[in-house]
Nanobody, 120 residues
């Protein structure tokens, strides 16, 4: 059964760094696009970053230059390196996998989410 499991969230001070991981079960994810989304309290879920099966990446303007998405297809893993974190990055972060590298809907498989809190 296809499954995505996030890890690596936690509490960090402003300006700090965190690295999120997403473990995907099922070899089909190697040909899927994958992405990180986040949802802050009382806000809609939004795209943070996406990466196609060929390695093409997209980022939300709010995280460009601070976050880096990557994947290891051999290990069925995806990562989000988050640097220079700000309080407004506080949210539940979700891993997503989908057939196509279009990230403007809620399609595909979803993980359970991991909390990231940026606070002093």
């Amino acid at each position: 059964q296809a499954q995505l499991v996030e890890s690596g969230g936690g509490l960090v001070q402003p300006g700090g760094s965190l690295r999120l991981s997403c473990a995907a079960s099922g070899s089909m994810f190697r040909i899927y696009a994958m992405a990180w989304y986040r949802q802050a309290p009382e806000k809609q879920r939004e795209l943070v970053a996406g990466i196609s099966s060929g390695g093409i990446t997209v980022y939300a303007d709010s995280v460009k230059g601070r976050f880096t998405i990557s994947r290891d297809k051999a290990e069925n893993m995806m990562y989000l390196q988050m640097d220079s974190l700000k309080p407004e990055d506080t949210a539940v972060y979700y891993c997503n996998a989908r057939r196509r590298s279009y990230y403007d809907d809620e399609s595909g498989y979803w993980g359970q989410g991991t909390q990231v809190t940026v606070s002093s």
